[in-house]
C-alpha cells in the first residue's frame, strides 16, 4: 500500500477528493498526498500522546457506570458482586505504572475509587451495617485472590505449557502488593464508612433534612480515606522497589487523580439515590 501511493504521488497530477456531502474537488496529487501524510503524522502524534488518557477515562466511565449499572439490575447485591468485580481487577491493574495527565501513576486507582463509591452507595441508601458488609465482600475478595495468586505460581508447568511464565512474571511479587492493598483497603474503606456517617449526622444537624448536602459526606469521607489508601498501599508495595522521590511522585500523583475520581463519582451518588430512593431509617446510620 505504501509503494503504490508513492506511485501513485510521483505519477499523478491531480486527485479527485469526495466530501461527505457528495460534493468533490480537484487538487494538484502532491498537494493531496503532502496534506495525507500530514494527517497521518497528526494522529499518530495524536493518540502516541493521548491513548493513555483516553483509556482512563473510558475505564473510569466503565467502572461507575458498572457500578450503576449493577445496582439498577441487582439491587443491594449487585453493589457487593461489583465491589469483588472492581477488587479484583484494581489487584491486577495495580502492577502496571503508566504516564498519563502529564505524571507516572500506578493503574486501578479508578477501579479501586469504584469500591468506595459502591460502599458510600451502600451507606447512603441502606445504612451503616450494610455498607460495613459491602468492605467486608471486598476483604473476602482480596484474600481469595491472594491465596489463588500465590499458589498459581508454585504450580510445575507441563512441557506444552505457555501461560505459566506470563502468570509468574506478574503475579511472582503479587503477594506482598496485594497484602498492602489489602491493608490500605480494609483501613481506608473502614474509615470511609465511618467518616460519612459521621459527616451526615453534622449535615443533617445543620440542615435539619435527611438529604441535604450529600456532596459533602461523600467527597469529604472520600478524599480523606482515598488519601489513607494510597499511602499505606504505595509505601507498603513499593518501597525498596522504587527511590523514595519517585515513590512519593507515584503517590503524589495517584493522590491527584483519586481527587479528580472522588469528586466525579459525586453525581452517580445522586443517580443511585434516584434509582432504589428507598426509605433510610434514621436508626440504620
Known amino acids: 500500500m505504501e509503494n503504490s501511493t508513492q506511485n501513485l504521488h510521483k505519477s499523478a497530477k491531480y486527485a479527485i477528493v469526495f466530501q461527505p456531502t457528495g460534493q468533490f474537488a480537484v487538487l494538484p496529487a502532491r498537494d493531496f498526498f503532502a496534506d495525507v501524510a500530514k494527517q497521518n503524522q497528526v494522529n499518530s502524534i495524536f493518540w502516541g500522546h493521548f491513548m493513555n488518557e483516553l483509556l482512563l477515562i473510558i475505564t473510569l466511565l466503565v467502572s461507575?457506570?458498572?457500578?450503576?449499572?449493577?445496582?439498577?439490575?441487582?439491587?443491594?447485591?449487585?453493589?457487593?458482586?461489583?465491589?469483588?468485580?472492581?477488587?479484583?481487577?484494581?489487584?491486577?491493574?495495580?502492577?502496571?505504572?503508566?504516564?498519563?495527565?502529564?505524571?507516572?501513576q500506578t493503574l486501578g486507582n479508578t477501579l479501586f475509587a469504584a469500591t468506595f463509591l459502591a460502599t458510600d452507595i451502600l451507606s447512603e441508601i441502606y445504612g451503616k451495617k450494610d455498607a460495613g458488609k459491602?468492605?467486608?465482600?471486598?476483604?473476602?475478595?482480596?484474600?481469595?485472590?491472594?491465596l489463588l495468586?500465590?499458589?498459581?505460581?508454585?504450580?510445575?508447568?507441563?512441557?506444552?505449557?505457555?501461560?505459566?511464565?506470563?502468570?509468574?512474571?506478574?503475579?511472582?511479587?503479587?503477594?506482598?502488593?496485594l497484602l498492602s492493598?489489602?491493608?490500605?483497603?480494609?483501613?481506608?474503606?473502614?474509615?470511609?464508612?465511618?467518616?460519612?456517617h459521621v459527616w451526615w449526622n453534622l449535615?443533617?444537624?445543620?440542615?435539619?433534612?435527611?438529604?441535604?448536602?450529600?456532596?459533602?459526606?461523600?467527597?469529604?469521607?472520600?478524599?480523606?480515606?482515598?488519601?489513607?489508601?494510597?499511602?499505606i498501599f504505595n509505601f507498603g508495595a513499593f518501597l525498596g522497589i522504587y527511590s523514595f522521590k519517585e515513590l512519593l511522585s507515584i503517590t503524589a500523583s495517584c493522590y491527584v487523580i483519586y481527587v479528580a475520581t472522588s469528586l466525579l463519582d459525586t453525581p452517580f451518588v445522586y443517580i443511585a439515590r434516584m434509582i432504589a430512593n428507598p426509605p433510610v431509617k434514621s436508626e440504620e446510620k
Open 64 to 104: 461507575f457506570g458498572g457500578t450503576i449499572l449493577f445496582l439498577k439490575v441487582f439491587g443491594k447485591g449487585g453493589l457487593y458482586a461489583w465491589i469483588g468485580i472492581a477488587t479484583v481487577f484494581a489487584n491486577i491493574e495495580v502492577t502496571i505504572v503508566v504516564h498519563a495527565f502529564g505524571m507516572d
Open 134 to 146: 459491602g468492605v467486608l465482600a471486598g476483604i473476602f475478595t482480596s484474600l481469595t485472590f491472594i
Open 149 to 177: 495468586s500465590f499458589m498459581w505460581v508454585h504450580y510445575i508447568p507441563a512441557e506444552s505449557d505457555w501461560a505459566s511464565e506470563f502468570v509468574h512474571g506478574l503475579f511472582s511479587n503479587t503477594p506482598r502488593m
Open 181 to 196: 492493598s489489602l491493608i490500605a483497603y480494609v483501613v481506608s474503606e473502614f474509615v470511609d464508612v465511618s467518616l460519612y
Open 203 to 231: 449535615t443533617e444537624k445543620k440542615t435539619g433534612s435527611h438529604k441535604k448536602m450529600l456532596w459533602l459526606r461523600n467527597n469529604g469521607s472520600t478524599l480523606i480515606s482515598q488519601f489513607i489508601n494510597i499511602v
